[in-house]
């Protein structure tokens, strides 16, 4: 199947700062996902991003897909921003559909 | 939409006992997935459908595990008999294929003793 690589697998900030989360991907797919899953447990969806860049606030994120890779920036962190982010990718085909996880950058930004 | 529901939020069960859990997809999503969390294998599909057909349940642990969708508007999840190494948050998602987002559930923190 699919492999989905994250890294880091941890990052400690100090609040304010920037920092720029990676997750390869072994095969083509057809769409991908970044997640965050608060302190609560709850996955909250951040970007649905197949190919190309989008922003939502202090978050953006850009895949290019013919690289097998996309980004996750976030800037000017906040302590509510820790929690861990995974990334997802969809590969459907062969009568599949299969949404797989990377194991996820678990973010700590301190005060 | 309120969402993907799930219920109940916490599970606290004996080994041995049935454990149903249940959710409502988003309304009009076509695909419904069950996925499970631990911290060692992280999140697992377990099993998906598409118009209520389940369509892979390779991820399905065992036999004790079995899922249903009588509608497009309700799943199940059920372990009978339910053992210790079941404990694991599990999520519900929907999405509508190759549209969007797969949403998740809040999760259903399941504790077997």
């Known amino acids: 199947g699919i492999q989905v690589e994250q890294s880091p697998p941890d990052l400690i900030l100090q609040e304010g700062a920037n920092s720029t989360l990676r997750c390869n991907f072994s095969d083509s797919v057809n769409n991908l996902q970044w997640f965050h899953q608060n302190p609560w447990g709850q996955l909250i969806n951040l970007f649905y991003?197949?190919?190309g860049t989008k922003q939502n606030g202090r978050l953006s994120a850009t895949t290019v897909a013919t690289e097998r890779y996309s980004l996750l920036y976030i800037s000017s962190s906040q302590t509510t921003d820790s929690g861990v982010y995974f990334c997802a990718v969809l590969y459907s085909g062969a009568g599949s559909y299969q949404l797989t996880f990377g194991k996820g950058t678990k973010l700590s930004v301190i005060p | 939409d309120a969402g993907v529901i799930q219920s109940p939020r916490h599970e606290v069960t004996e080994m041995g006992q049935e454990v149903t859990l249940r959710c409502k997809p988003i309304?009009?999503?076509?695909?419904l997935f069950w996925y499970r969390q631990t911290m060692m294998r992280g999140l697992e599909l377990l099993i998906y459908?598409?118009?209520?057909?389940?369509?892979?349940d390779s991820g399905m642990p065992e036999d004790r595990f079995s899922a249903k969708m009588p509608n497009a508007s309700f799943s199940t999840l059920k372990i009978q008999p339910s053992e210790p190494r079941d404990s694991a948050v599990y999520f519900c998602?929907?999405?509508?294929?190759?549209?969007?987002?797969?949403?998740f559930g809040q999760g259903t923190r399941l504790t077997v003793v």
């Open positions: 459908f598409n118009n209520n057909v389940p369509i892979d």
């Open positions: 991003i197949p190919s």
């Open positions: 998602a929907s999405s509508f294929f190759d549209r969007g987002s797969t949403f």
């Open positions: 309304s009009g999503h076509d695909y």
